[in-house]
């Protein structure tokens, strides 16, 4: 087995399909010896306001986005003691507690995320870019596809800056799904490669771990997040990695960890981190 733990999970309270209960029992089929659930930590006091919004109520999985910290305590807390008490009886597979947050830099969302972080407890924290703030509100990857050329180089730009911000901020374990806007094809060019290079080099800097995420192989068979020359930027800077499968289903747990541990050997990734280097990695940070 390529990787024995997996991280980065998601369930049907959020934007997944199964209950935790399933995804565990999923992860023990597979042989995992620890799953953490990472559901989307999503605070912006617009989030209702934008057009990405009108798309998650349509999709049913709203739930994911939440205008203030109330609001996303309220939806944590039952989640998480939902965690301890499948922990407790399920005693032959960890269960770890984890978020994938979206850091938004105002005093207000650094305040709520402090107090929430108090609350919750989280075993670790995900760092991802999925929006841009652009124009006023917040935008995500589908709302990049939708505008002209110029308007997105601007956010694609903004969009690599709040990348690096993620590594720098110190907060999160490791860093999701570094090009996300390859999911629709945006800012593939070659003309990306230095700000590709600067992020991944801002990232080293930080010392922050980033993932391997096989969710990739979902629209590009040949390549998972990020794409190979980008790990092969992260093999030249000893940016360390794990393996995520983004699970959103049973059927993902640990989808395609063998194909990408080849990948990226083959894109001269040596750093690989085991577990524990992963959730002790914050702690040093603290
Ligand atoms: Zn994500
Ligand atoms: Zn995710």
Redesign the pocket.
Known sequence: MVQDFTL?T?TIEFDGKYSAAEMIAAARHAGFHTIGI?N?FIVHPDVHRTKMYGAAVAGGYQSMYSSNFDEVLEKFKPHYEDLSRLQAQNPDIRILRGM?VDYFPSTQWRDGFARSYEILKPDYL?G?AHFVEYGGTICNVHDMAMVDAKTRDEMLKIYWENVSRLGNVGLFNWL??LDLPRKLGLGVSKKWADIHEDTVVSIANSRTPVEINT?GFRFDSTQPYPCNEIQKMLAAYHVPVLLSD?A?NVGQIGSKFDVAATILRENGIKNTLSLQKVLDFREKRL
């Open positions: 980065h998601h990472s989307h994938e995900i991802a999701a799904h969710s983004d959103h």
